[in-house]
């Protein structure tokens, strides 16, 4: 039982029109772990979280959550798992204790017989001041917190958050990971989508990476890093870059471009980089890659809206 | 998935129901003026004032006749608006149902508490109305108490006509058509403030066609006296078009939300 994926997916569709928003996707979500759904936006990560909660039906495949068959056990299935949206919605015309009561009863649980839970989720999302605050007058940052305590209010085994700090300034950002990392200690199981390396990099053991409803590659971040790109970049920018593609290349470095700005993929950078301090006035970073390198490599820089 | 299942009805309904009762109760004090305030003014206002005028009314008081349907015709709009209004709320821009959502209940479990609240509501715009038509003396006697359970239907049924146009909703304009088309003639049309009788002979036959016209044919004879006639037909009408309303609500809103 304990090696049973806690999610398994074989051969999602979900198209909505002649649009295949969900193409055909496999993917195993082991116990305990922080699996997360990297791509660009309309990827497909949402859908495919919906999916996984019975709330978007597939139209092919076979999707398994806790051993039950989604659709037909979502219930069941939402019963032990808890769920983070990307948009704000919590109650508005309910303050932050009365919402976490609300939400309880709609598990069936009787707000009065876990008390002592609910004063553990308002310390977990540092709000016991704002107990009975509205809504409104929370922060982005608090708001968020208050969503992810919510999602735990029915003790999940596992926990779905859909973009869980998009729109939040850094702060905020790391107080979120830090409980986010805290909820892994105790052995949930987090999925997650997101659009952020970092986010991406710090949480998850393993992630997919998708991309136009297919998944690209799938594995732990470093695995991704070691497999797609070399292990260390050199951008260069302004107008004056142009000239240098060429003596990179006579470098050995993989050079791609992206508006007046120039990546020098390499193995070792040593000469070239002693090549371009001798230049003056030509801005260089060189940096180790990592996931965003794997990312741009595999969908690509176009701009995506 | 198929949308068109029949609704499964459970008691996990209850919970949407306390949410919006509990809502409802942290803003008693404009619940309560709406619901005696509006009844109040067109009892004096119209009973007393065309009262005087017109005297009796298909054989009671004006103000009787008049108490005896207002009482259907507020249970009528009370339900619709929670129906419309703070159904599509809730539905729409304020992400209610998607929280929801999240949790074991369904789309069903929504509409069914959702209804059973409509109901809820129209059942304290008719106590209002039955404790200000007592006071004005225009209440037949105990039996009207009868009157409770029917408000509660009336609820039921226009509830789950209104959240039809909720599933349908993409902005609150759109419910000017419901008004101006479905609600407002029905007000005019199905007897609250003069006997159906009166119509001309086309037009009386079709306002039998109309929910409110069976609504107030069992609200007056409860309040204000007179043989209740044809009550299984009168109830039979509401269930249906309330049953109607409901299923096709659950059906359109697992298309607009399952997606």
Redesign the interface.
Known sequence: MGLQPVVSAQGLVKT?GSHRAVDGIDFDIPRGSCFGFLGPNGAGKTTTLKMV?G???QMAGSLQVYGLQV?DKA??V??RTG?V?Q????????TVI?NLR??A????LNPSAIEDRLERLLEFAALEKRRDSKTDALSGGMKRRLIIAR?LI?EPEMVVLDEPTTGLDPQARHIIWSRLNELKEQGTTLLLTTHYMEEAERLCDELVIMDNGRILDQGSPDTLVHRHVEPEVIELRGEKTRGYAESAEKHGCRVERLGSSLYCYTNDSGAFINELREIHGLTFMHRPTGLEDVFLKLTGRELRD | ?NFWRLPTIRA?AF?VW??NI??WR?LIGPAILMNFGEPILYLLGLGFGLGHFVGEMDGMPYLAFLASGIIASSAMTTATFEGMYSVYTRMDP???Y?????????VDDILVGEMIWCGTKSLFSGIAILAVATLLGVVDGWQALWVLPVVFLIGLCFGGMAMVMSAFATNYDFFNYYFVLAITPMFILSGVFYPVDSLPELAQGAVQLLPLTHAVAMTRPLVAGGELTMPLLHIGVLLLYGGLGFYISVVLVRKR???
Not at chain 2, 98 to 106: I, Q, S, V
């Open positions: 909505f909660l709330l978007s039906p659709p219930r069941q939402r019963a769920v949206p948009a704000d919605n919590l109650d508005p015309d309910f009365e609300t939400y009863t709609y598990f069936g999602a029915n | 998935m996990d919970a306390r949410r509990l809502v942290k304020q992400h209610t998607e929280a929801m959502m999240a949790t074991p209940l369904e939300l399952l997606v």
